[in-house]
């Protein structure tokens, strides 16, 4: 179909279905007043009327560095934590929603004749809806940081739930409409945001990429047509009896214990690999990482190029310190093994799922939660041992040795996770007395809400937030809500504060002279019930004393708001800030630590992208680093059961305080990494200097 003459309406219209719907997805999510909505759009279409009124744009190079200087320039440094924020959601909800987005960008780039159009400047790509959050922010005027982020992030989960619809919306408008996508083809620029650290699920071909670099390096070679970019026969600039021999010596290596024996090697060896033997035939002492040059191997061949990177892999995993040394010394072992797959087989550096690379993979999976200083008489590390002494005796040209290898680590991973699994069942009481007071803290919330919309002073807000939120948890947890014990504690806090308005007439104040004694009796023992001092006791009911004598005197009681942003968004929207704090919970001889926060926090809009199985480390609140297992995530409150029996770890996290570290780069899901790639990450960064 051809695009309509109308191109102009076509794009009013379009640019309308988009602020309505994105005006809808914010409203359902509750999050956000009128004012803080109507805020957003503008922005959006502020963008969207830029972004389609451009006929040409630079590069997204030039895109960011505009962008870069403009947010640089004059903002101070909460301004620019709150740019990067934005720009970190930008890049994922671009990753979340790439299929439905991308066909929108592919109409917008015919109905704007604009083949050179990036992704980036969609006009309803998430680079505009990041520019409309920035203008509500502006709107609502300076208020704490910590607040900002907070909303941003529920923000951002209600966005990754609702977009993929909305774009699917226009799209759906737009083909009607006959506007047709463009090819791919004849695009010009596809360059867009990229998330910082995608982390081990979005990786690029970092061994590929190790290699070109390491090319780079080779003289007069690195621009060659004819320079392979991967070991293999097929590529070989050594004859095939050279390549035999050397095989055959390396073997002999291997049985004889790779690079601690003596043996006598014959003038055609020595004469191919020099570097190889000391002048008495004794190989060195220590096991050491074997390169091309060492092997006497011309740089010019294939084989020296497959060496060499699989040489600075190694030198990579050994000087890993969170590696336990118990592993390096097994991946040591295999060296010889590995180098001759490198050398015949190129599959080994594109291919992710190669047999030899999946059982590097599974060791280091293996060792996951071991302590770095781990024996090898750990049963463990002994049966890691078992397995590269038996691949090493293996005819391993032929990919079933390391299948069968990889098959026999799958067993171990699978033998021990049931291991965990079957330690976890003590703890599972525990996980459901804190599930219990999750119920409790949120049918609690809604009666809290209540009172607070009455719009107390301050002190008196503070005391309902936090002793009168115990009092209730505490009673609902007892009794239930059903109960007349619960009933007399919403009263108590309604009688409070009415004893705090202002009385019109004398039979007000004789009524407020008469219950007061009554009221205050109750309040004590309510404060008793929930353990506040007697300090904070005394000077909580010192500050109602006069509250409830301008009461008396019937003066208003005076109201400061010390949020900037009141009256922006709904009431309640902000939960307690408070900072995760350690506990302990026991049930006779079992232990659990929990990780979580003194007043509840609801659990993040957006599900973990953890999984039971997953290993996880994460930071506890003194710094510590710690690495444990996902045995169970409760399906209401998300709140993870981490179990680590090797560090007697066994511990219950509240899912907001993992969402935040993820989101940050302090926790990390171990088990989704892969060994043989991170290693070849690192030798990038080594090669390259980043």
């Given at each position: 179909m051809a695009v309509q003459s109308d191109s102009f309406h076509l794009l009013s219209d379009t640019r309308a279905l988009f602020l309505k719907h994105l005006g809808a997805l914010l409203q359902d999510?509750?999050?956000l007043s009128a004012p803080a909505i109507q805020a957003i759009q503008d922005g959006a279409a502020a963008y969207f009327d830029e972004m389609a009124s451009t006929s040409r744009r630079g590069t997204f190079a030039e895109e960011v560095d505009g962008l870069t200087a403009s947010r640089i320039t004059l903002v101070g440094e909460e301004d620019l934590e709150l740019g990067i924020r934005l720009d970190d959601m930008s890049a994922?909800?671009?990753?979340?929603?790439?299929?439905?987005?991308?066909r929108t960008h592919l109409?917008?780039?015919t109905l704007l004749k604009r083949p050179d159009l990036p992704k980036s400047a969609n006009p309803v790509g998430p680079k505009g809806i990041a520019q409309g959050l920035t203008a509500m922010f502006a709107a609502a005027g300076a208020f704490a940081i910590d607040n900002k982020l907070e909303l941003l992030d529920r923000i951002e989960a209600s966005l990754l739930e609702g977009l993929p619809a909305l774009y699917a919306e226009i799209n759906d408008f737009m083909d009607r409409k006959g506007i047709d996508a463009a090819q791919p083809t004849i695009i010009g620029s596809q360059d867009s945001p990229t998330t910082p650290d995608a982390g081990p699920g979005v990786r690029e071909n970092a061994l590929l990429a190790l290699q070109q670099s390491l090319l780079?390096?080779?003289?007069?070679?690195?621009?060659?047509?004819q320079m392979p970019v991967s070991g293999g026969a097929a590529a070989s600039l050594l004859n095939q009896a050279t390549l035999e021999r050397l095989v055959s010596r390396l073997d002999e290596l291997d049985r004889q214990g790779a690079f601690d024996q003596k043996f006598a090697p014959t003038r055609t060896a020595e004469g191919m690999i020099p570097a190889l033997f000391t002048p008495d035939g004794d190989f060195p002492s220590q096991p050491k990482v074997l390169k091309s040059a060492q092997l006497g191997i011309p740089t010019t061949a294939g084989e020296s190029l497959a060496i060499d990177t699989l040489a600075m892999i190694f030198e990579s995993i050994f000087a890993n310190p969170a590696l336990p040394d118990t592993l390096k010394a097994v991946i040591s072992s295999l060296q010889i093994t590995l180098l001759k797959v490198a050398m015949k087989d190129s599959s080994l550096f594109a291919n992710e799922q190669h047999p030899a690379r999946l059982v590097i993979d599974r060791m280091g999976q293996a060792v996951l939660g071991l302590p770095s200083d781990v024996s090898a008489r750990h049963p463990m590390c002994a049966r890691l041992f078992e397995i590269a002494t038996r691949l090493r005796s293996e005819n391993t040209s032929d990919?079933?040795?390391?299948?069968?290898?990889g098959a026999q680590l799958n067993t171990l991973l699978a033998e021990r996770g049931a291991t965990?699994?079957?330690?976890?069942?003590?703890?599972?009481?525990?996980?459901?007395?804190?599930?219990?007071?999750?119920?409790?803290?949120?049918?609690?919330?809604?009666?809290?809400?209540?009172?607070?919309?009455?719009?107390?002073?301050?002190?008196?807000?503070?005391?309902?937030?936090?002793?009168?939120?115990?009092?209730?948890?505490a009673v609902w947890l007892d009794h239930g809500e059903q109960s007349s014990e619960w009933q007399e504690s919403l009263a108590l806090i309604d009688d409070?504060?009415?004893t705090i308005q202002p009385k019109a007439d004398s039979d007000e104040r004789k009524t407020l002279a008469r219950r007061l004694p009554d009221i205050l009796k109750r309040l004590r023992a309510g404060m008793k019930r929930v353990g506040l001092s007697p300090e904070a006791e005394s000077a909580f009911l010192d500050e109602c004393f006069e509250l409830q004598t301008r009461a008396l005197r019937a003066l208003p009681a005076a109201v400061v708001s010390d949020d900037p942003s009141a009256g922006f968004f709904p009431s309640g929207i902000f939960a307690p800030a408070s900072a995760p704090i350690s506990g302990e919970l026991r049930v006779g001889e079992a232990v659990l630590a929990t990780l979580d926060f003194a007043e509840f926090q609801p659990a993040p809009a957006r599900h973990l992208p953890c999984k039971e199985g997953d290993w996880l480390e994460f930071l506890m609140p003194g710094g510590e680093k710690r690495v444990a297992r996902v045995c169970h995530i409760s399906p209401t409150s998300q709140r993870m059961l981490l179990i680590n029996p090797d560090s007697a770890l066994a511990m219950a996290v509240h899912p907001a305080i993992l969402d935040r570290q993820l989101r940050d780069g302090e926790a990390h899901i171990s088990s989704a990494s892969s060994l043989f790639e991170t290693a070849a990450s690192?030798?990038?960064r080594q090669t390259t200097g980043g």
């Open positions: 999510s509750g999050l994922r909800l671009f990753e979340s929603t790439g299929g439905s987005l991308w109409r917008f780039v780079a390096r080779v003289p007069g070679l690195a621009d060659s047509p990919m079933a040795a390391f299948e069968k290898a965990i699994v079957e330690a976890t069942k003590p703890y599972l009481p525990l996980i459901e007395q804190l599930e219990r007071c999750d119920d409790a803290a949120s049918q609690v919330r809604p009666a809290i809400e209540k009172f607070i919309a009455t719009n107390p002073p301050k002190v008196i807000r503070n005391f309902i937030e936090q002793s009168g939120s115990r009092l209730l948890q409070l504060l009415w690192a030798a990038l």
